[in-house]
């Protein structure tokens, strides 16, 4: 299980002779197999649904700690934005440690700094995304009226905040399928090349994306 593995790391693997597969990181410039969600697509939607809704300030709440899904998660939503002619500036990324407490804590302190709100925001998972919006709601910001918002996992803790949280859904089990195929079936006869898959992923709509009425209406 490599999410947070570095390609330092995985250097340490490679005496290893047996078949290996890493589950939930890409590895993209690496040679091993690999299975994971498709994280940049998962940004390219969510941003992509936020701007259907009418949202043209878009931002993006991701890690302090740097690691391979978040990475692509961005890079989804830089291209979705990029795609629309909307330029991706620095005050579009929002910075927050990736806890519940430590989102709360980073986020009060933006909010504090007089740092403005963009209408919308992605945000790189359910847990930044929910610590986000407990600061948010004690700085008197209504979500989704004032702020919308987009989480990554579909974890349950989406369904018990209030409003519950729009996501992105995760295919769990259909990626340990996957892996456990990967190894058995294909990557063990591959003599020289390395498989790459990534699962789809999937909106979640529930309560927390509010759509803009039409410009000019």
Same mark, same amino acid.
């Given at each position: ?95 927050? +440690?990736?806890? !519940? ?6 986020? =009060?302190?933006?909010? @504090?700094?007089? /740092?403005? *709100? #963009? ?72 003599? +020289?090349?390395? !498989? ?6 999937? =909106?979640?709509?529930? @309560?927390?994306? /509010?759509? *803009? #009425?039409?410009?000019?209406?």
């Amino acid at each position: 299980l490599g999410t947070e593995m570095s390609p330092e790391e995985l250097k340490l693997f490679t005496p290893c002779k047996s078949t290996l597969v890493v589950l939930d990181n890409l590895f993209r410039h690496e040679h091993v197999n690999a299975v994971v969600m498709n994280n940049y697509d998962a940004g390219f939607q969510a941003t992509n649904v936020l701007y259907d809704a009418g949202h043209r300030d878009i931002g993006h709440i991701t890690s302090t700690v740097s690691f391979s899904n978040v990475r692509y998660r961005r890079k989804g939503y830089q291209a979705a934005l990029e795609n629309k002619g909307i330029e991706v500036g620095p005050d579009s990324i929002w910075y927050v +440690t990736p806890t !519940l407490e430590g989102a709360y804590q980073d986020m =009060l302190q933006l909010l @504090s700094e007089g /740092r403005k *709100l #963009p209408t919308a925001f992605f945000a790189g998972n359910d847990i930044m995304a929910v610590g986000c919006m407990r600061a948010m709601h004690e700085k008197g910001v209504r979500i989704p009226e004032d702020v919308s918002i987009i989480g990554m996992d579909d974890m349950a803790l989406c369904l018990i905040c209030n409003p519950p949280l729009s996501t992105v859904k995760v295919f769990r089990h259909e990626m340990g399928v996957a892996a456990v195929q990967t190894l058995l079936s294909v990557a063990a006869r591959l003599k +020289t090349g390395v !498989l790459k898959t990534e699962l789809s992923v999937d =909106l979640v709509e529930r @309560s927390t994306v /509010r759509v *803009l #009425p039409l410009r000019g209406s």
